[in-house]
């Protein structure tokens, strides 16, 4: 990582989101390659589906009860990551999201770092999250980062679901 990339909290349960632009362009980025990914390209973020286009119309209202991580490179929005509210124990990674031109700066490692010391902080037992088998640099990120495929929770074809013990 370099010396201008900083993982931030910019989001906290209440809807404190201070960036809602660059968080709303990021998620963008990732719904729009994720779709083009499982072979379902979509023109323009209009025509993603409506729980996708929800996320990027009103990020405030959609993880309104989450943590929004937002990282940042030279002053610009460089990736973001979601950690759901614990529930029994459980709080979930997802959208995790580095734009293209700044990955191999650590980037998601610096972010998955801060959600993962955010769950421990607040005693959240098990962290869980799941991934899409071909994004295969993510997963061994994940792995370098202590995570472990786990039995499924999700019956979408294709993802690898995840486990981390944070409060181990």
Do not use: Q
């Not at 993510?138 to 039995?151: H, N, Q």
């Amino acid at each position: 990582m370099n010396a201008h990339t900083t993982a931030a909290v910019v989001h906290s349960p209440g809807g404190l989101l201070r960036d809602p632009d660059a968080l709303a362009a990021l998620l963008t980025d990732y719904h729009l390659s994720t779709e083009a990914e499982k072979g379902l390209p979509v023109v323009d973020a209009t025509r993603l589906p409506a729980r996708y286009l929800a996320e990027i119309r009103d990020p405030r209202t959609a993880f309104a009860d989450d943590t929004v991580f937002l990282a940042v490179d030279a002053g610009a929005p460089a990736g973001c990551l979601v950690v759901t509210a614990p529930d029994a124990g459980t709080a979930e990674i997802k959208r995790v999201w580095t734009d293209p031109a700044r990955r191999g700066r650590g980037i998601a490692s610096a972010l998955l770092h801060a959600a993962i010391a955010h769950c421990a902080d607040r005693g959240v037992a098990t962290v869980r999250l799941s991934v899409w088998s071909w994004r295969t640099p993510a997963i061994a990120l994940y792995e370098r980062s202590g995570f472990r495929v786990t039995g499924s929770w999700d019956p979408r074809e294709d993802l690898v679901c995840m486990e981390y013990p944070a409060a181990a």
